[in-house]
């Protein structure tokens, strides 16, 4: 059977690096690998539209997180915290019971352009899912920044050799959890 596996990014731009990482990660999952990437160009969350009825992107999106057998978000760090798409699609899943995140095995990764390769935007992805009681993988960690040199990113892939890696080992330990 496949292994379902829900992309978050939380950068929108076509070219983005996140979308980039969880595109390599996925590939480096393995061959049963059903990849999905949800659409994270949500509207914002306003009381009045979730009264008026749900946006269909919000139900397609939970659907997606309910179907999937694990979930590789990546997040740009904006300002030291996590992106604002990336929180804005949390708290949009939160509205739905039974919470959709619920032991739901999730790997965490960063593509920013400092140094850090966005430790604090984990640590905040880190501290916003624990309201939902995912089970998030804690090892290894991957923070892609300017602390790794050359052409990182080619071709919509994530091509360092070490750092795939890595990557290929995250996306093992998150299917031992799924
Ligand atoms: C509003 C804003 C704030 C940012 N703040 C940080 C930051 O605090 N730390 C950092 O390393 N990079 C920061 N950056 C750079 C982004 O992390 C970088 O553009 C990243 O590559 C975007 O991800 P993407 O390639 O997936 O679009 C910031 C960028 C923007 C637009």
């Known amino acids: 059977m496949a292994f379902a596996l829900l992309g978050m990014s939380g950068a929108l731009r076509a070219a983005s690096t996140n979308t980039a990482l969880i595109r390599s990660g996925a590939a480096l999952a393995g061959d049963d690998v059903d990849f999905t990437l949800a659409d994270l160009d949500l509207p914002l969350y ?63 990764l960063s593509a920013t352009a400092g140094r850090s390769g966005g430790e604090l935007a984990q640590f905040s992805l880190r501290h916003c899912l624990t309201p939902f009681g995912p089970k998030i993988l804690q090892q290894p960690q991957l923070h892609i920044g300017s602390n790794y040199d050359g052409a990182v990113f080619a071709d919509g892939q994530f091509v360092d050799p070490k750092g795939r890696e890595k990557l290929a080992e995250i996306m093992q330990s998150l299917r031992a959890v799924a």
């Open 46 to 108: 306003n009381g009045d539209v979730e009264d008026a009825g749900y946006p269909e992107k919000v139900e397609t999106l939970v659907a997606q997180i309910r179907a999937a057998d694990a979930i590789v978000m990546s997040t740009p760090e904006y300002n030291k915290n996590l992106s604002g798409v990336m929180k804005n699609a949390l708290d949009w899943q939160s509205r739905f019971s039974p919470g959709p995140l619920t032991d739901k095995p999730v790997a965490i």
